[in-house]
């Protein structure tokens, strides 16, 4: 079964827009949730990640919020730019464990 | 410093032939990591090492090999190739966060 599930597939944002993606899980012993960027042609790169016990993360014009209740979180990009094109992926691990369990995947794209 | 290299970046293999995907990295890192990446379905862990000599299973091994005799380098084994081992494959080291090579690019047909 999908343990992390990533919702919309594709993204269509205009410049200057929020860009809103989601990620649901089941697993409650997660506690490490990263978001990575990835570009054609390149390996994933960390843009940020939170754990449990904060609501929120603001990194420039990235933020993560996060809800323990529902088991959700989000990625918001603020002010989008073209520059922002990009598949993007959330992530879970729980604790003491090296195994981290993919999202499907977001393709965003922001028109200039 | 290169960071994480994986070599070769693009191969076709022949359905029951073998080859090894190289990784090496100048970080000094523990932790390694091999993943694949399906179109559409996300990375899905294939093998990791938390240090020379130890390496163990993630997600989906069948098929795979690894070793770990060097904290710089983990390659990946295909033995007898087959089709649904077409993908695309990440090799990561980590500190804190993970850090992906470029990635192999692999066709079997």
């Known amino acids: 079964q999908q343990q992390v599930k990533q919702s919309p597939q594709s993204l269509i944002v205009q410049k200057g827009g929020i860009s809103i993606i989601n990620c649901a899980y089941e697993?409650?012993?997660?506690?490490?949730f990263p978001w990575y960027q990835q570009f054609p042609g390149k390996g994933p790169a960390l843009l940020i990640a939170?754990?449990?016990?904060?609501s929120e993360k603001k990194e420039g014009r990235f933020t993560i919020s996060f809800n323990k209740s529902a088991k959700q979180f989000s990625l918001h990009i603020m002010d989008s730019q073209p520059g922002d094109s990009a598949t993007y992926f959330c992530?879970?691990?729980?604790?003491?464990?090296?195994?981290?369990?993919f999202g499907k995947g977001t393709k965003l794209t922001v028109n200039p | 410093n290169a960071g994480v290299t994986q070599t070769p970046k693009f191969r076709i293999l022949k359905i029951g032939q073998s080859m090894t995907l190289q990784c090496t990295q100048d970080?000094?890192?523990?932790?390694m990591y091999w993943y694949r990446q399906d179109p559409g379905m996300g990375l899905k862990l294939i093998y990791y090492?938390?240090?020379?000599?130890?390496?163990d299973k993630g997600e989906v091994p069948n098929g795979y090999n690894v070793s770990r005799s060097t904290t710089e380098d983990f390659p990946l084994r295909l033995e007898l190739a087959a089709p649904s081992q077409t993908s695309v494959y990440f090799c990561?080291?980590?500190?804190?966060?993970?850090?992906f090579g470029a990635g192999t690019r692999l066709s079997v047909l």
């Open positions: 990561a080291s980590r500190d804190i966060i993970q850090y």
């Open positions: 697993n409650t012993a997660f506690d490490y």
């Open positions: 939170i754990r449990p016990d904060v």
């Open positions: 992530a879970a691990r729980t604790g003491g464990s090296e195994k981290l369990v």
């Open positions: 970080m000094n890192h523990n932790y």
């Open positions: 090492s938390v240090g020379a000599g130890i390496t």
